[in-house]
Every structure is written in structure tokens, then in C-alpha cells.
């Protein structure tokens, strides 16, 4: 039993008025919100580093049904009151610590957001002390933490935010965000770009929805729901046993950058390649350009980031990339409910040959196979299919039907080109000929199951 997790997005909509855009003065207000979010959560960072013996403090915990009694850290929950207590005029007490009185630095304050920061100062301050402990218990000199930060995206908690999803007129959706003007708090309806894909997310059966964070950007703006879902899948020891488990097994490489191969009963029942549809290339032009303007500008000033605009696409190009691979890879799983999802254990092969920008491509294509890695077994997770990495000695480089060591070559003009860059892959023992991609596809499943000589695991238990 696990759990998965991703964010859904709502973008708000902040086009020009006549395309169904906000009042640009409505984005002020949003401003203003984390501001003085950010404020609330400085006094309760300060209140907290000041009371921090309170932190510390152990409680005696009664337990409910065996009535032991045990001690442990003080709860948030507890701190929450307190900390309401020390600093919120109420009828019942309306006098608060006279150095640290919220009600008179922060009128009005809406309470939901107050809790939300106090918890958030809570949780920050922890970590902090925690952190704080362990330097000093290492007795290093340097790498003392500092202390914590006040930023933070808002977290919407129930009564700061309704979503207003009932006409069926997509156009017209708008999220009531409850926000700050500069002097006092108000609710303001904002536009959405409101899509079915959304919608879709949003009404996925399985799927919680947590408290949507409000983030701020220059060039993005909307509400990122975090959603989680409770996931029962077998242990990969369990499925291991099952004689029709189906594995899925993926090779991740620069050109070809996923081939996906089925294998069931000791048989390849499919075969998937995704293609990386000429990034590599594309990427390594862009590239190109990099290392060329680095090299008339002179040396790169360190901290100041040089064709940024230039990254900035190369980044996007490869996150889109990985999104899109990783889907690929859970289409085929989907196929196959109670699969085991097999990858190698991604080496890193540091490029120190060739030029600038052919390093700097290498290093793109090792990130691009780490995000497709990590992406493809989040995705795989919230279906319920769990993954196993496996050793990757030897995948490339063996037969994966003899276990022969095999050559790598090119076919040139008809001729045969050896060579280790190869795309085809040639075993001399049993004349087996294949794409090399696809052989050390078929080599994952041998990995996860032991089962040629070269597996180290297997040579020992004989
Ligand atoms: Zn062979």
C-alpha cells in the first residue's frame, strides 16, 4: 500500500479584457496577498525562534486503547493553539503577549490564512532546530543552516477559495480567490483557463484533492492542486512468483530514447520504440550556438546566466520530451494490469571527449533519461504498476537470445561496419542479427529474472 501523488494546474486567465481576461488591477491584489502572507509568516517565524524551548517540549501521549502512557514531541496541533492563544485578542482573552500581538500588527486577518502560516512557520522552524541540531552534533565548522525562509507559495485552505465550476459554458469558469487590496480583505472572482483536461484530472475516480497552492509568477499564474491517490500493488517479490507476470522492460538510449519490449511466459509479446524525433539534433544546434557565444564573450561570469532564453527552450524541449516518453511507456503497462515495470539503473557516461557542445549535448541527454526515468515510474505508480531498476552490466553487450558476447556494426552500402557506436548489434556464436536498442530491451527482462551467465547474481548461486 502506497501512495501516489501529482499536481493538477488551473491557470488563471489573465489576457487582454476583450479576450475574457482579468482586470490587470485584479493581479495586484494577488501581489499584495503573498505579501502580506509573507509578513504574517515572518511574525510566527520570529515567535516560534523565540519560544523555541517550546518546541522542543515532550508531551505525555495516553494511548487510547492499551492506555499507555509514552512521550513524545509536542503536537502542531497543540503549538497551533498556543501559539493562537499567545498572540490573537479574543472576547475570552483579550490579552495577548504585548510584544507579539498579531491582532494589532495584522487587522482583520482572516483566520483560515493565519492558521495556514502559522502551521507553515511551525513546520519551517522544525526542520530548522532539527537541522540545527544535527550541524552541532557533528561539530562541523562550516554548512551551519541558516535560518528559514519566510517565501512561500499561499496554501488555500477551505473558506479562502471557491471554485465555481457550475455552468456547463467552459468559457465562464472563475475561481473566488479571498485576497488582500492594500487595505483590508476581500473576495474577487478571477477568470480560469478552464479546460477539459482539467475537469478531467479533477474528477478522476481515486484521486484526493489536497489544498491548492496559489503560485505567483511573472509569466504564470494559477492555482496547482496537488492530488494524491492510495495505490495497492503487489510487492515485486510477490509478482516475481506469479509464472503469467508480464514485464515490461525499457532501455533508455539518445536516439531510440525509450524501446519498450512485453515479455510474458518467457516470450516478447511486443515491442514499442519511441523515437526522439531528431531533439538530439536539434538540441545540439542550439548548442552549438551556446558554446559559440561563450566563446566570443570570453569566460562566463560566474552567477550570471548567459543565453538564457536559449536554455530556457532546451529545457522545455526536454521536460515535454520526457512527459511524453514517460506516457508512452505507461500506455503499454496500462495493457497489461499487474505488470512489473523493469529499468536499468541509469550510469551516467561523462563525456570528456569532443567538443563543447557535443559535451554539453551528452549532459542534456543524461537529464532527459533521468526525467523519462523518474516521470515514467510516477505515472507507472498512480496506475498501480510498481518498477524495479536492475544492473545494467552487460545489456548492450551480450546476445539476448544465446548470451554470446556480441559486436556492435553499421550497415554501410550494403557492407558491414564494425564499430562500437553501432546501431545494429551482430552475435558471432549463433548469427543472431538485430536493432542493438532492442537486444538490450530484451536483455532488462533477462537482468530482472537472472537468467543469462553474465548476470553476476546467477554465475554465484550457479
Ligand atoms: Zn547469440
Same mark, same amino acid.
Given at each position: ?107 482583520d486577518f482572516p483566520y483560515v490564512y493565519r492558521r495556514s502560516?502559522? &502551521? ?51 468559457? &465562464? ?19 480560469? &483557463? ?18 491548492? &497552492? ?42 531510440q530514447l525509450a524501446v519498450i519490449t512485453v515479455r510474458q ?148 552500402a550494403g557492407q558491414r561496419v564494425r564499430g562500437p557506436g ?41
Amino acid at each position: 500500500m502506497g501512495q501516489a501523488s501529482r499536481t493538477t494546474k488551473l491557470l488563471l486567465d489573465f489576457s487582454k479584457r476583450s479576450q475574457g481576461g482579468a482586470n490587470p488591477g485584479k493581479r495586484s491584489h494577488l501581489e499584495a496577498t503573498v505579501a502580506i502572507l509573507n509578513d504574517a509568516r515572518r511574525f510566527y517565524l520570529d515567535f516560534f525562534l523565540a519560544h523555541q524551548d517550546r518546541l522542543r517540549e515532550r508531551v505525555e501521549v495516553i494511548s487510547k486503547p492499551t492506555g499507555e502512557v509514552s512521550e513524545r514531541l509536542i503536537s502542531a496541533d497543540k503549538l497551533l493553539t498556543w501559539a493562537e492563544f499567545e498572540t490573537v485578542e479574543t472576547a475570552a482573552h483579550p490579552h495577548p503577549l504585548p510584544a507579539w500581538n498579531f491582532s494589532q500588527r495584522f487587522p482583520d486577518f482572516p483566520y483560515v490564512y493565519r492558521r495556514s502560516v502559522i &502551521k507553515d512557520a511551525i513546520g519551517r522552524v522544525r526542520s530548522y532546530l532539527s537541522n540545527l541540531a544535527n550541524w552541532q552534533q557533528a561539530g562541523k565548522k562550516r554548512g551551519k543552516p541558516g535560518l528559514p525562509g519566510t517565501n512561500n507559495h499561499p496554501t488555500l485552505y477551505e473558506g479562502t477559495f471557491s471554485l465555481q465550476l457550475d455552468g456547463l459554458d467552459l468559457h &465562464k469558469t472563475f475561481v473566488g480567490l479571498k485576497v488582500y487590496d492594500g487595505n483590508g480583505w476581500i473576495w474577487i472572482n478571477y477568470p480560469v &483557463k478552464y479546460s477539459r483536461y482539467f475537469e478531467k484530472r479533477r474528477t478522476e475516480p481515486g484521486w484526493e484533492q489536497q489544498s491548492p &497552492k496559489l503560485i505567483l509568477r511573472k509569466d504564470l499564474t494559477g492555482l496547482h492542486v496537488s492530488q494524491t491517490k492510495e495505490i495497492k500493488a503487489k510487492k515485486v517479490v510477490q509478482s516475481k512468483r506469479d509464472p503469467d507476470l508480464v514485464t515490461v522492460a525499457v532501455d533508455l538510449n539518445v536516439k531510440q530514447l525509450a524501446v519498450i519490449t512485453v515479455r510474458q511466459h518467457g516470450q516478447i509479446k511486443a515491442t514499442r520504440f519511441v523515437s526522439d524525433q531528431g531533439l538530439d539534433q536539434h538540441r545540439f544546434r542550439h548548442l552549438k550556438r551556446v558554446a559559440k557565444k561563450q566563446w566570443q564573450t570570453g569566460r562566463c561570469v560566474q552567477g550570471e546566466r548567459s543565453n538564457r532564453q536559449l536554455w530556457a527552450h532546451i529545457r522545455r524541449q526536454n521536460l515535454d520530451t520526457a512527459h511524453q516518453t514517460a506516457r508512452a511507456i505507461v500506455e503499454v503497462c496500462e495493457q497489461y494490469p499487474g505488470c512489473v515495470l523493469v529499468f536499468e539503473r541509469l550510469r551516467t557516461i561523462k563525456a570528456k571527449s569532443g567538443s563543447k557542445s557535443r559535451r554539453l549535448n551528452r549532459k542534456q541527454a543524461n537529464q532527459l533519461k533521468g526525467k523519462i526515468n523518474q516521470l515514467a515510474k510516477e505515472k507507472a505508480y498512480a496506475i498501480g504498476v510498481v518498477s524495479v531498476e536492475v544492473n545494467p552490466h552487460g545489456t548492450s553487450q551480450y546476445c539476448a537470445r544465446c548470451g554470446g558476447k556480441g559486436v556492435r556494426f553499421t550497415s554501410q552500402a550494403g557492407q558491414r561496419v564494425r564499430g562500437p557506436g553501432g546501431k545494429l548489434f551482430f552475435c558471432p556464436v549463433c548469427h543472431y542479427e538485430c536493432h542493438a536498442d532492442f537486444n538490450a530491451s530484451v536483455n532488462v527482462h533477462h537482468s530482472f529474472f537472472r537468467e543469462l551467465h553474465w548476470q553476476p547474481r546467477a554465475h554465484k548461486s550457479g
